[in-house]
């Protein structure tokens, strides 16, 4: 079995909601997880935080990030085991980040040596 990485990638990052509503979506989430833990295909994962995000760009100049010119960031990301990249893609298909108009979910097969 093959292992995936899930990464969750936000459009308009900069809008705010209120706790009531990030609570949700947290539920929402969390109940998605435990339906990939409840197959035995869910490896790992965690969301990432905005707070001090930096970003290096090629010529080693650090800013404050993720925020620069990009119009999306990444939020966070789950690793699952799946027979196939279409499998994992129907386990991105669930994702409840995609509630979000713009919001992917982009998944990519983790080498392994």
């Known amino acids: 079995m093959k292992e995936y990485i899930l990464l969750f ?7 705010k909601v209120s706790p009531e509503q990030m609570q949700q ?5 969390m109940d998605w997880v435990n339906s990939i833990v409840a197959q035995n295909k869910f490896v790992s994962g965690t969301g990432l935080l905005f ?3 930096k970003v ?3 010529q080693k100049t650090v800013t ?9 960031t990444l939020g966070g990301f789950i690793i699952v085991k799946a027979e196939s990249a279409d499998e994992a893609a129907g ?3 669930g994702a409840p980040i995609l509630q979000g108009e713009g919001n992917t979910v982009e998944v ?3 080498l392994t040596h």
């Open 9 to 15: 990638r936000h459009e308009n990052v900069n809008g």
């Open 25 to 29: 979506w947290m539920q929402q989430q």
């Open 51 to 53: 707070d001090d995000a």
């Open 56 to 58: 290096v760009d090629f």
């Open 64 to 72: 404050n990030g993720p925020f620069g010119d990009i119009k999306e």
């Open 91 to 93: 386990f991105a298909k």
């Open 108 to 110: 990519r097969q983790i």
